[in-house]
Nanobody
Framework: QVQLVESGGGLVQAGGSLRLSCAAS????????SGWFRQAPGKEREFVAA????????NYADSVKGRFTISRDNAKNTVYLQMTSLKPEDTAVYYC?????????????????WGQGTQVTVSS
């Protein structure tokens, strides 16, 4: 079993930056593919970014390419999402996810563990 806890959300002005963290505890985190998803009010949860267990491969949604960067530090059991040039449409609850079968894609159904989410609000 793996427990995930997100942090780093908050209120920021458009054009600003935030860094989200996802700390894992429980079984060895380094073997899991990991991803970030977000859900805005009234909308479905959507894929943001994902990273392989080694950190050598990443995937991004088109809407965040060039603005967001996913990374991980397996020694700290933590995955990060650096968000820059934030826009009001990035406002959402951001969730961290981990998959025990090395998956690091955009299909939320393939992730086994989820955090509780952290709110990101971007004001215009």
């Amino acid at each position: 079993q793996v427990q995930l806890v997100e942090s780093g959300g908050g209120l920021v002005q458009a054009g600003g930056s935030l860094r989200l963290s996802c700390a894992a505890s429980g079984r060895t985190f380094s073997i899991y593919g990991s991803g970030w998803f977000r859900q805005a009010p009234g909308k479905e949860r959507e894929f943001v970014a994902a990273i392989s267990w080694s950190g050598g491969s990443t995937n991004y949604a088109d809407s965040v390419k060039g603005r967001f960067t996913i990374s991980r530090d397996n020694a700290k059991n933590t995955v990060y999402l650096q968000m820059t040039s934030l826009k009001p449409e990035d406002t959402a609850v951001y969730y961290c996810a981990a998959d025990r079968a090395y998956y690091y894609g955009s299909d939320s159904r393939k992730y086994d563990y989820w955090g509780q989410g952290t709110q990101v609000t971007v004001s215009s």
